[in-house]
């Protein structure tokens, strides 16, 4: 059998690999704890449930138009009018099975191939793979643990060449949880302005933010700086709907409609019955982000705490999302072994606490960032005190 080079060059999923191997392991009667998972360990709300109910009992289960309902993008134009200050029609937005449908939509939409992406790193492990399945170029952007993971104009407009077209920007960021200040952001749209570059803002997990961190889109700013831009998000962070597959897009028409056509041709429609019930997430009662976020935010201190503890790590605490990113270069330059090799990267890491301390972790090579970790705490305090626990005896 020939595979065709475009299958070739795509890596797998790193994060769904772990997460995989972990429940295998679990199948096999081992008390794995994982932290790789990028989902709330909370059950969808229960006004969202019922409205998916009553949309089956009322037949709500056929095709409906290809970019979504009309009830759900009026949903969207109202919550980016009151929560993100941004105005759309609804002939401006695009629903999808995810929003990783819209982030591939949106690149193939708007890059040729030999186009140009920036892309600040540490990224989420799709961005890379969506880019050059689109035939385009990732052109990485380091951040640093420094400047708390988070991009500069001045680094943007070193990597500008008159082949860029795009830049994708994350914020709070998966995985490092950095979140961007409005003053950083105006800067960088700026430059997209002045070089005629687009940008992809995926703001996914938007309310999931802590302390005096706060959220800006960049969409905002209006005029010809909100044409740049193309904003990306859905129901599955904020409302523990990662199973129910509806993201959304918003931005000019013309782009709009590009993604549109591509939708027609690969998945048709968004999910109809998840479509009823992401109206009622947008517009129902929200009481239960909030208290998500509370319990995310006592994990999330306990976590960065402890981490900070274990010599060898060394981890900052982030704005947004639910992940924790400790530097453990000072751990692989120990020259380690294990089963009589060295452990230099972080990928033999993760594969050495998975097998001897039964936690899993996700690599930071995963998100083009050697010498780091992603550790999830989108799961119970009991489990994070017990898997830290365990990490901390194994390498003691």
Known sequence: MTISDLVKNIHPSQT??????????????????????????????????????????????HYTAGSGIIELKEAIVKKLKIE???????SEIIVSTGAKQCLFNTILTLCNP?????????????????????KAIPVFVPTYFKDEFKLNAAQVEEKITPKTKLIILNTPNNPTGAVYHENELRKIAELCVDHNIYCICDEIYEKL?????????????????????????????????????????????????????????????????????????LLGDQKTIKEMRIAFDERRKYMVSRLNKIDGF?????????????????????????????????????????NEAEVALVPGIAFEAEGYLRLSYATSL??????LDRIERVLS
């Open 382 to 387: 009991e489990d994070i005190k017990e898997g």
């Open 84 to 90: 993100n200050q941004i105005e759309y029609k609804t």
């Open 114 to 134: 030999g186009d140009e992406v920036l892309l600040p790193t540490p990224c989420w492990v799709s961005y890379t793979e969506q880019i050059k399945m689109a």
């Open 209 to 281: 933010i802590y302390d005096s961190a706060k959220h800006f889109s960049m969409a905002s700013m209006g005029g010809e700086i909100k044409e740049k831009i193309i904003t990306i998000n859905g129901v599955s962070k904020s409302y523990a709907m990662t199973g129910w597959r509806i993201g959304y897009a918003a931005g000019s028409e013309d782009i709009i409609k590009g993604m549109s056509k591509i939708q027609g041709h690969s998945t048709s429609n968004p999910n109809s019955i998840a479509q009823k019930a992401s109206v009622e997430a």
């Open 314 to 354: 060394s981890c900052l605490e982030p704005s947004g999302a639910f992940y924790a990113f400790p530097d453990i270069k000072n751990i692989l330059a120990r020259g380690m072994k294990y089963k009589n090799s060295v452990i230099e990267t972080s990928l033999e890491f993760s594969n050495f606490i998975l």
């Open 16 to 61: 769904l690999a772990i997460t995989a191997q972990a429940l295998k392991m679990k199948q096999e009667g081992k008390k794995v704890i994982s932290f790789g998972a990028g989902e709330p360990d909370f059950n969808t709300p229960e006004n969202i449930r019922n409205e998916a109910i009553s949309a089956i009992n009322h037949g709500f289960t």
